[in-house]
């Protein structure tokens, strides 16, 4: 069932496959799911793996289930105002709850949300606390802060399908959602259409049935829209609002983890001072730290506004790991050295600069761009020599990898490292690279 | 699982439906529940709150970074092994020597290899019925651990080392099991596909103020809001720093010793900000903004 839910999520870039459908499976089984809202919170579990998912996530299931297209910058209210699903959901609703002098748009739609989130553990807490509920006074509502808020809004319709077997269930919810596909009839049917209220007669039903808000309506409400549930666009250039993403992509530098080794000479030379009883002595692997070098372009006005974002990325990652960072400078080329400090006074030789450990990441940032005469054969051949020393260098470049070849100085320095743009997506690439340079040398 | 009604929290903690959902269903389907948040958002506290509310042994592995499946599962101590074996061969010597006195093992025996299996908490949880076993922080732990954790807790048996004994458990039998990740670092993403994932979004005042009610039930009203107010202010300064949950109950904590009043004089003229604030920079920020 559902054999065309991965495909439909996968085109909002979640990752759905055959296991997501297993695992679904496996919750009907184990009778998890009875309700849309079920569906909800098991699919948001299985499938979503990062906050940055719930927002498409949220939206997929929208459209998969309700047919609700929720456009982009579009909040859910507005989503369902307009979609067919709540239309005719609005039309099933019998005329004491139309007329229903107090509602307004607004109401029908946090009626319709409740009904759609609805899930077996609300179900079950209203029928556990029947009793209760028909000796409370609604109009009491301050009683309880736990159920304080949504107290006005209650579902008179319940779709309550527990009473039905498994596979009968599995196929009106397959029937359903083909439905929905086809005929573009809308969403009702899922929720109240079909649902045989346990309180159909007598009075609760009258009165409607106090939903104490599981929130699912709500939270995806807040959801969509908020930039915080969405995906950074990681092609964009690095600026303060994907900075984390960067991040997470430099934190791809690999790095060898501690190991517990035999050690050798201990275990021997203890041995023989005991008389020929070896206990084996353990040391702790030295572990390579993460060392970094930074070499930025400062120079001239095109390259400001990225010297600073660039400074914060990598001091940020300096206070998350430990490790050694040195930051250097020049100016377009480097010609026999590089300077020290932001204001290119402290000049540095090119000899001094590789006598470092060749273990550095060095990360080079500039827009390679300048006067062919000025990256003379000397600048080369400092380069080079840099390329020599460093297996892990690479250069990142702000300018938008489609100028690149414009530039006859960007294809010459391109030709000596791997060159990738100054966007969470390139940093991320680069690190793929140096993670492989890393390995050659080894 | 036999455990398997719902839990929505318990005196002092307070279970977002969310959150009980999710944990519930991992239970359910005989999976881990992984969830991720901001610092101080109560992850670490739901195993332990569950644990004890529902009266089940809790078996804890803090991830490091140099974190091992060995160190979660069982290690086979091969020192003392050696050391016992070493130990056999002097008494021996002794023996023909017609010494009396023996050294001891300690009561191992080199011929039961179960002596010397040193288990971690995985094994200890899997071999105990219904317990919970927390992971906490695994984003701290080396790149590999995470795949390796996630073979060893697919199979829902263990096999100790050297020894060969095999600890097994059904899905029914199995612990909760709870990881928690401050999202320092990216999951495999292999390793996720075999967790529930739930993501503990920062909590809207309202829920706070229940939150806050769970810990300090008799607390003032003005004080409770003004403190609220402030603190959600503090959190959209875009600080370095977000202050979070925990925080604020230590802060509030610190303000509770007083009078109301005195309470809210303090709360109002931002006394105690450290425990709220971490960074200096932060701290600067804001002075100059509340201009005190």
């Not at chain 1, 001239?300 to 998350?320: D, H």
């Not at chain 2, 804890?60 to 140099?66: A, D, I, L």
Request: proline share 4%.
């Amino acid at each position: 069932m559902f054999e065309s839910l991965p495909h439909h999520f996968k085109k909002y870039e979640l990752a759905a496959d055959v296991r997501t459908l297993i695992l679904l499976r496996k919750s009907f089984e184990k009778g998890l799911i009875n309700t849309l809202g079920d569906i909800y919170i098991v699919l948001k579990g299985i499938i979503v793996k990062s906050p940055k998912e719930i927002g498409p996530f949220a939206t997929a299931f929208y459209d998969y289930f309700l047919n609700i297209k929720i456009n982009k910058n579009e909040n859910l209210d507005n989503a369902i105002a307009r979609s067919d699903a709540f239309k005719e959901w609005l039309d099933n609703l019998n005329d004491e709850e139309r007329w229903d002098d107090k509602n307004d748009m607004r109401d029908f739609i946090n009626k319709f949300l409740d009904e759609v989130h609805l899930t077996t553990f609300d179900i079950e807490r209203v029928i556990q606390g029947e009793d209760i509920l028909k000796n409370d006074d609604p109009n009491m509502k301050d009683d309880n802060p736990q159920t304080e808020f949504d107290s006005n809004r209650r579902i008179t319709k319940m779709a309550d399908y527990s009473n039905l077997s498994l596979e009968e269930l599995r196929r009106r919810m397959e029937q359903v959602a083909k439905q929905q596909k086809s005929r573009h009839e809308g969403g009702s049917h899922w929720i109240g259409a079909y649902g045989n209220s346990p309180y159909g007669h007598g009075g609760a039903a009258k009165g409607g049935i106090r939903v104490g808000g599981a929130g699912g309506g709500k939270m995806a409400r807040a959801v969509i829209g908020d930039p915080n549930f969405y995906p950074v666009d990681k092609k964009q250039l690095l600026k303060d609002d994907n900075m984390d993403a960067a991040l997470a992509s430099l934190k791809g530098i690999e790095e060898e983890t501690a190991e517990v080794v035999l050690d050798i000479e201990k275990t021997i030379q203890q041995g023989l001072k005991e008389g020929g009883i070896f206990l084996p002595y353990e040391k702790e692997k030295l572990h390579q730290k993460l060392k970094v070098l930074l070499l930025i372009d400062n120079g001239g006005y095109s390259m400001y506004p990225y010297v600073q974002s660039v400074q914060k990325l990598f001091s940020k990652m300096k206070t998350r790991f430990a490790h050694d960072l040195k930051v250097h400078y020049f100016h377009n080329t480097i010609y026999g050295g590089i300077y020290e400090d932001a204001a290119r006074r402290k000049f540095m030789t090119i000899k001094k600069l590789i006598q470092l450990d060749k273990n550095y990441c060095v990360f080079i940032l500039g827009d390679a761009a300048m006067a062919p005469y000025e990256l003379d054969q000397h600048s080369q051949d400092d380069w080079k020599q840099l390329k020599k020393k460093f297996k892990k260098i690479v250069w990142l470049n702000p300018v938008r990898p489609k100028m690149w070849n414009y530039t006859l100085t960007t294809q010459w320095l391109g030709q000596i490292f791997s060159m990738y743009p100054l966007t969470p997506q390139g940093i991320e690439e680069a690190v793929l690279k140096m993670n492989q340079q890393g390995k050659i040398i080894q | 699982m036999a455990h398997t009604e719902m839990w929505l929290g318990s005196e002092k903690y307070l279970c977002d439906m969310e959150l009980a959902h999710a944990f519930h269903m991992a239970r359910v389907l005989g999976m881990p529940l992984l969830i991720e948040g901001e610092p101080g958002t109560g992850k670490t506290e739901l195993p332990l709150q569950y644990a004890k509310d529902s009266n089940l042994e809790l078996f804890v592995y803090p991830v490091g970074s140099k974190s091992t499946v060995e160190q979660f599962v069982a290690k086979f101590d091969h020192v003392k092994y050696l050391r016992d074996s070493q130990i056999e061969v002097l008494n021996a010597q002794r023996e023909e020597k017609g010494l009396e006195k023996k050294l001891s093992t300690g009561g191992r025996s080199t011929e039961n290899l179960d002596d010397y299996v040193l288990m971690g908490p995985a094994a200890k949880a899997y071999s105990n019925d219904h317990s919970v076993l927390l992971i906490d922080e695994i984003d701290k732990a080396p790149r590999e651990f995470p795949n390796d954790l996630l073979y060893a807790l697919s199979h829902r048996k263990f096999v100790m080392p050297e020894s060969g004994k095999v600890i097994e458990t059904s899905e029914e039998k199995m612990p909760a099991i709870v990881i928690t990740s401050n999202r320092e670092q990216e999951l495999p993403t292999a390793f996720k596909g075999r967790c529930i994932y739930h993501y503990i979004a920062f909590p809207p005042p309202e829920t706070m103020r229940e939150i806050i009610f769970k810990h300090f039930p008799k607390i003032n009203d003005q004080l409770l809001e003004k403190s609220i107010t402030i603190f959600y202010q503090l959190r959209h300064l875009g600080l370095e720093r977000a202050p979070s949950t925990r925080e604020l109950l230590n802060w509030l904590k610190y303000v509770n010793y007083f009078k109301p009043k005195d309470a809210i004089q303090k709360v109002e003229k931002l006394e105690g900000i450290g425990a709220l604030i971490k960074t200096q920079m932060d701290l600067e920020r804001i002075k100059r903004k509340f201009n005190k």
